[in-house]
């Protein structure tokens, strides 16, 4: 742990440190994943699924950020590497093989889902460690997954 003025007790934050980094590390697994998938779909809806997902891509770099960065301003060290997110994202393999828009749609959708519903869990532990901003952090990207799921997810509902 690194010294800081801040005054949330250090058991604390080095409990909510370890949270942001189970964090980090599946928000770079996300990224990765939606990146894999911008580069190899191929099907009839080429253009809006290439878009689509450098969006999630997009959303997923701004969440580590913000992660890392809340991590490191409660005196931790963000653990951001990929071999460090590939050894420790709870988010399941995404499947290389598949190359047609309805089953990235469904790797994806299910990738979000996941992270989704991490971050949410991790905004009622932020809540009991007694850190509100953190619990704000992840409400703010919870929002912002569940909707980029909502998009994902209509590309394979009739």
Known sequence: MHKTKNDLPQENREKIIELLNARLADATDLKSQAKHAHWNVKGIHFFQLHELFDQVATAAEAHIDLIAERA???????????????QN??????????TEGRDHVDALSNALAGFGKNVR???DEADNLEDKDTADLFTEISREIDKLLWFVEAHNQA
Do not use: D, F
């Not at 490191?72 to 997110?85: C, E, K, Q, S, Y």
């Not at 994202?89 to 598949?98: A, D, N």
């Open 72 to 86: 490191t301003a409660l005196g931790g060290t963000a653990l951001g590497t990929i071999r460090v997110a590939s």
């Open 121 to 123: 869990r991790g905004i």
């Open 89 to 98: 994202s709870s988010l399941p393999e995404y499947p290389l093989e598949i």
